[in-house]
């Protein structure tokens, strides 16, 4: 007597694309996905975002076609935050669309464009248990949470940026990559007080905190500054790899950085010579020559350390 098991589902890797309003989700779902098809992926683009008009990557499954903002904010008199919050919990309560339309597409790569709302990642539980569904359904994913490089010269907005990465990581609950994103304007609004390496590594946050306490409106709030940069510290587990979505290192080390925590780089889907193989397993040497690549290539060189700025501080 022989048993029958049922057919194990086939696996499906991706990125579901999150973060802030503006930061560029769409443009880097497009960049990616024309990126990818270079390499030889066939990659498939997901709309979940129902405030998305006039999509510029052609969209292979579109939550228009289920619920529109526009339709939301109408019918049922919300704003612009309300409604996304009742369209993501639709969304949840009608995965079977969802599920419908993912099916018709096989060994493909997806690229998952979410809503631009802070709170949907952060305190909001639709979005994590559609995740969490997609994951069920046997998907790979990475969340890649993409914030504007520019709030790096900007302190106060550092550490605001620093803890809602790592409220995000907390709360959705996936492999994540934070990207800083939009490199080439990185200084548009004011000159970094320390190295890139500063900032996407996340290192010593005293420094930045004392650089914030020399501003008189910041300095009242030193205590609290403090203890948020030691809840940060404490968890360890904020980083950011800097991006320029025209520029084609950089979106190399995005989707290498990507492939490494979802998997991808360790299966058997393409080919994968062994240089490929020993760039995901190569260290903090690699991707501190890599940021340092950018930030000549995107930074007005200073001629100081950082040991220079903290003497200045």
């Known amino acids: 007597m022989t048993s029958s098991n ?3 589902a086939a696996l499906h890797f991706g990125q579901v694309v999150i973060g802030p309003p503006g930061s560029g989700k769409t443009t880097y779902c497009r960049g990616m996905q024309e ?7 066939k990659v498939v683009v997901v709309n979940l975002d129902p405030a998305n008009e006039g999509l510029p990557y052609p969209c292979a499954v579109d939550i228009s076609e289920l619920v529109t903002l526009d339709d939301v904010m109408d019918g049922l008199k919300l704003g612009p935050n309300g409604g996304l919050i009742y369209s993501m919990e639709y969304l949840e309560a009608n995965l079977d669309w969802l599920e419908s339309k993912l099916k018709h597409h096989h060994d493909c790569y997806f690229l998952f464009d979410c809503p631009g709302q802070v709170e949907l990642y952060t305190h909001h539980n639709s979005v994590k248990n559609i995740f969490a569904q997609l994951s069920k359904w046997n998907f790979r994913l990475t969340a890649v949470h993409l914030v504007d490089s520019h709030y790096c010269a900007d302190p106060a907005k550092f550490i605001s940026i ?11 609950e996936l492999p994540h990559v934070n990207v800083l ?9 004011g000159k970094l007080a320390f190295n890139l390496d500063f900032y996407t590594e996340v290192l010593d946050l005293t420094y930045l905190v004392e650089h914030l306490s020399s501003d008189p409106f910041f300095k009242k ?3 609290l500054n403090v203890k948020l940069a030691e809840v940060i510290q404490d968890y360890s587990l904020v980083s950011f ?3 320029n979505v025209q520029d084609k290192e950089s979106m190399t080390q995005v989707l290498r950085t990507v492939d490494k925590a979802n998997g991808y780089c360790f299966g058997d889907l393409e080919e994968r010579n062994l240089q490929a193989m020993m760039s995901a397993a190569v260290g903090a040497d690699f991707q501190f020559s ?23 501080l």
């Open 6 to 8: 049922p057919p194990k």
């Open 35 to 41: 990126f990818l098809s270079h390499l030889g992926r």
């Open 290 to 312: 890599t940021t340092l690549s950018v930030q000549e290539k995107y930074m007005e060189a200073t001629g100081k350390t950082v040991e220079d700025d903290v003497m200045d």
């Open 162 to 172: 620093l803890c809602t990465s790592l409220s995000t990581m907390l709360h959705v």
């Open 241 to 243: 790899v800097p991006l």
């Open 221 to 223: 709030f030193h205590h």
């Open 181 to 189: 994103s939009k490199m080439d304007l990185i200084e548009q609004y």
